[in-house]
């Protein structure tokens, strides 16, 4: 666990350990939730199917492929609940393959007509 204040800068830095130089890291989706447990009922979206759903995220360059930077700011659900979990996904794709997901960027989904 980090102990951090709210509106804090929290940065972090994911990293591929792997021997092939040709992989590419890419971060699809980060939730938060109060409870380690369920992150599909109260949760808040920093970053989902590659698109920003929080004003104070940001990306940092990284000299290397296999190494994706980002931050954004400490927040809490409610005041009973001082603890905010993350669950990140990442993909890893093949460098300089732009049909793969870590090239798309954000994919928006558009919804389904509700006909009778």
């Given at each position: 666990?980090?102990?951090?204040?709210?509106?804090?800068?929290?940065?972090?830095?994911?990293?591929?350990?792997?021997?092939d130089p040709n992989l590419v890291l890419f971060v699809d989706t980060?939730?938060?939730?109060?409870?380690?447990?369920?992150?599909?009922?109260?949760?808040?979206?920093?970053?989902?199917?590659?698109?920003?759903?929080?004003?104070?995220?940001?990306?940092?360059?990284?000299?290397?492929?296999?190494?994706?930077?980002?931050?954004?700011?400490?927040?809490?659900?409610?005041?009973?609940?001082?603890?905010?979990?993350?669950?990140?996904?990442?993909?890893?794709?093949?460098?300089?393959?732009?049909?793969?997901?870590?090239?798309?960027?954000?994919?928006?989904?558009?919804?389904?007509?509700?006909?009778?």
């Open positions: 666990p980090y102990y951090v204040d709210i509106n804090q800068n929290l940065f972090l830095e994911a990293y591929l350990h792997s021997s980060c939730v938060a939730s109060p409870t380690p447990y369920n992150f599909t009922t109260v949760t808040y979206d920093i970053i989902r199917n590659g698109c920003v759903r929080d004003s104070t995220y940001g990306t940092y360059y990284s000299p290397y492929n296999h190494v994706a930077r980002f931050t954004f700011r400490a927040f809490q659900f409610i005041r009973n609940s001082p603890l905010v979990y993350l669950r990140c996904e990442l993909v890893v794709c093949r460098a300089y393959d732009y049909s793969s997901r870590c090239y798309q960027g954000c994919i928006t989904r558009s919804k389904r007509s509700a006909s009778s």
